[in-house]
């Protein structure tokens, strides 16, 4: 059996099961929190990407949603709600690194994001979105209107989280093929327009303050954007998604200079590979980053996992690492 945030997950015929128990873990982490004062820890955030959400169901007219594709994906990130619900203080930011939707970018899968997402909203958490190589722009924008009119760059999603000692700047790094039709797959490789590029130029000008960036894909993927990274030292380090693998490394991007080394973290997923979500604290010398780790499948649970997936958990239950403000 594997362990899937303290409830055992036998097979995807269990999804069901286990979505029931998602829910009710939810409810009582918001009950538990109501009769709390429910205190917020501006200094904390939590970093959650490839969520592969689906708002596609089996029977759309039964009352019982089954999603078609990977039933256990929206039962996955319920319980990494209720995580973080039950988690005191309460973060004031979740960051979800992309691959929002489950394949094409389809509105419907933006629309139940968005129903499942609200449950953080609603405790008085702040969710910002990124996009990933299966998002899609023009039906992301459809239901979260609120980006179009605050994205930093037109035509991206690009945001800034204010975190009490640096600011967090969510990049867009989808390379998205024009005239898409509704099913059809887009580049899987990443990379960061201009426009950004430019922006961010004009956005640390003169910054006393440390900046730490992010987007879905890895730094060695956007030549332009590991140029600007080399060229700028405000940036103390870049955090992505997209691999489904926990990963901390750093990049010497700036030999024989001051602050030459940029550390980088790379996220688990909720949907397969290393399965959890890291836990962002800053203080006004470091940012640090604590992953907490639910387990490993790939690409889906078993009955009877292999032993390199409890070994893979095991490694991973006390990494964590930091980057210098």
Known sequence: ???????????????????????AAIAEAKAAAKRGKRKIDPATAVLL??????GEFVDDKSAERIPKYYPYNPTCLKLRIAEILQMRPLPANVLVFGDVAWDYGLEEDYRYAAELLSELEQAGIKVTLGMGNHDRRAPFFKVFSEYAKSTKVD??????????????????????LPNLKPRQATTVSGEISGGQ????????????????????????EMGNLEKFIVNTPQVAGYVYGHLHIWSKSARVVRPRKELHMVPTVGLPATFYGDIGFAVMRSTPEAVTFEYSSKGFWWPQPKENPPA?????????????????L
């Open 155 to 176: 035509g991206r999603v690009v945001s800034v989280v204010e975190m009490p000692d640096f600011d967090f700047v969510m990049l867009d790094s989808l390379a998205e």
């Open 308 to 324: 390199e997936w409890q070994s893979r958990t095991d490694d991973l239950a006390c990494e964590r690492c930091k980057f210098l």
């Open 197 to 220: 590029i430019e922006w961010l130029q004009e956005f640390v000008k003169g910054r006393s303050r440390r900046v730490v960036l992010g987007s879905h894909h890895p730094l060695g």
């Open 49 to 54: 990407s490839d969520i592969h959400i689906s």
């Open 1 to 23: 059996m594997l362990s899937l945030g303290g409830v055992a997950l036998a097979s995807s015929a269990s999804a069901a099961m286990l979505d029931k128990v998602a829910e």
